[in-house]
């Protein structure tokens, strides 16, 4: 058998959601990628696409690729195609100017201090609790809402009931009723506050933790943004790139597509692989490196076009805020346990810091 036949019966049986692909997914999709930028899997029943350029014009074209499956999640803003989608962002976007994110990220800077303890868990005690007050005071959830939240978050795994859980919870923010006033319906509020919660709470825990590691596997860079912290938004980007919380988003062929020199079918399901297209070599020199004065294309972590995150400019802003606090605030910070032995969980679609212990130094 051939090489080209090798790899592609590779690509036909590959699970990408196998517990050791999922664990370490980058070296799977460079031998997809090999057999081309977009490939069918059989194992999903999906197309997958790896490369920068084609995943970018999918995110760019979504006429040709519907966000339809994300409707569980939100079906007002992150699933809904234009022309609906035009009106509700232009609401939405209102809350994510520079002049209203600014006391959020006032507020970061000093509820990250506050979180500060001599030993604790990078995830559970520093990069959600800091996720979950900045998302609350963005939305308007006082304490005992958050705590409402939390306990139906605990108490099931799923999205489904998480969902339904946080619908019922979402008139208690004061969002719920400036976005009401702006002519928004009931169903539309409660879908837009869920997903700006699940946003703004999930995928930035997640990249906190994975900056913290970071620092820890890498004593040179460390040092380096000690002596110059004006580097740290370049080492988030980094880190955003080649550790984007959602490793690929679903989407749904709205018609027959050329793409990558393979047809995608009208009605197939499409993974955009933003992980592999963020380690694109053909995009990016020395692509795996973490670089902060990388030059080249911007990252797809955020998306591009019409879906790109709306709070973008607040994540970033909060990721840097989390990162400074440390290394000007607990210097000394390390690993309680060796980094080998730190815990995390996988899945096809994500792959993610479950514990991660710190002794800051502080007393």
Known sequence: MNLLARIFRKTNAIDLGAPAVARDPFPHYEALRRAGSVQYLA???????????????????????????????????????????????????????????????????????????????????????????????????????????????????????????????????AMYGRLRADGLGDAEVRSLIRLLWLAATTTTERVIARCVLR????????????????????????????????????????????????????????YLCVAAANRDPAKFENAPALLIDRAGPRHLTFGFGIHHCVGAALGRRELATAVRTLLTRAPRFRAVTPLADIVFWSTMTANAIERLVLDTGRS
């Open 43 to 173: 194992h999903h029943h999906a197309w997958i696409v790896l490369g920068y350029d084609d995943v970018h014009f999918a995110l760019t074209h979504p006429s040709l690729f519907s966000n339809r499956p994300y409707a569980e999640v939100d079906a007002v803003l992150l699933a809904a195609d234009p022309p609906a989608h035009t009106a509700s962002r232009r609401i939405i976007a209102r809350y994510f100017a520079p002049d209203a994110i600014e006391p959020l990220c006032a507020f970061a800077e000093e509820h990250a201090v506050s979180l500060l303890r001599p030993e604790m868990d990078v995830v559970r005690d520093y990069s959600l609790p800091l996720s979950e007050a900045v998302a609350a005071r963005l939305l308007g959830f006082d304490d005992a809402a958050v705590e409402a939240i939390r306990a139906a978050h605990a108490a099931t795994p799923e999205l489904a009931p998480y969902t339904r859980a946080l619908d019922r919870i979402a008139e208690r923010a």
């Open 215 to 270: 620092l820890l596997q890498h004593e040179d860079m460390r040092r380096t943004l000690e002596r110059d912290p004006a580097l740290i938004p370049g080492f988030v980007e980094e880190v955003l790139r080649l550790h984007p919380p959602e490793l690929m988003v679903p989407r749904i062929a709205a018609e027959e597509v050329p793409l990558g020199g393979r047809t995608i079918p009208a009605g197939a399901a499409v």
